[in-house]
């Protein structure tokens, strides 16, 4: 069954304390994974998708990077700012996009 | 801004209103797209449009009725809705409706049922 899931659920990191996100999938013939930012009571904004294994995206303080099974994405220093829900979405073949419950990241000034 | 708008940004309704949420797109995006988030659950695809045709239809009870009258303008009409209803429904767009399609949303509808 296709799947995806985020890990943590939830993660609380000082400012400047760099971490990572996990998505990790089980779909066959991956289309592109999408990672989106969501504030509270607002839509999801989109920030990378990526294609295939080993390809790596950055902006500004954020990094994703894909394998075959998971996608993480890399916060480097982060500021209050980047406080949000991450989401991540697998598109697999002629299929509606998959999405994972995300992870709430809090940074603490 | 992400060039997707989405009127009203509130809805209170009672189960036997009829009101109407709006999504414009200004991005010359050719695919569509309405869903709901509710809490503790992964984003649900409700309706897909392409072309204004609608191409998808996820299961979604008929109180729920879409409408696509151009490619920039996309409607969800409601009507006897359930407590259950209650969520914030996000319209988004995309170039066209490959799924390696990046989709872009609009601020949502935060909808109560009364």
């Known amino acids: 069954e296709d799947q995806v899931t985020q890990s943590p659920e939830a993660l609380r990191l000082q400012e400047g304390e760099s971490s990572s996100l996990n998505c990790s999938y089980t779909?066959?013939?991956?289309?592109?994974l999408f990672w989106y930012r969501q504030d509270p009571g607002k839509g999801p904004e989109f920030l990378f998708t990526l294609y295939s294994a080993g390809e790596e995206k950055e902006k500004e303080r954020l990094k994703a990077t894909l394998t075959k099974k998971e996608s993480f994405l890399h916060i480097t220093a982060p500021k209050p700012e980047d406080s949000a829900t991450y989401l991540c979405?697998?598109?697999?073949?002629?299929?509606?996009?998959?999405w994972g419950l995300g992870t709430s990241l809090a940074v603490n000034p | 801004e992400t060039g997707v708008t989405q009127t009203p940004r509130h809805l209170v309704m009672g189960m036997t209103n009829k009101k109407s949420l709006k999504c414009e797109q200004h991005?010359?995006?050719?695919?569509m797209y309405w869903y709901k988030q509710s809490a503790k659950k992964p984003l649900e695809l409700m309706f897909v449009?392409?072309?204004?045709?609608?191409?998808e239809n996820n299961s979604v009870p008929s109180r729920f009725s879409p409408e696509c009258p151009n490619s920039s303008h996309l409607f969800l009409h409601l009507h006897t809705l359930q407590p259950e209803d209650s969520a914030l429904y996000l319209c988004?767009?995309?170039?066209?409706?490959?799924?390696?399609?990046?989709?872009?949303f609009g601020p949502g509808t935060r909808l109560l049922v009364l």
């Open positions: 991005l010359g995006h050719n695919a």
């Open positions: 979405a697998v598109g697999p073949p002629n299929r509606k996009l998959i």
């Open positions: 449009y392409s072309l204004e045709e609608r191409v």
């Open positions: 779909v066959s013939g991956l289309r592109g």
């Open positions: 988004a767009s995309s170039q066209a409706r490959g799924l390696q399609e990046t989709q872009y």
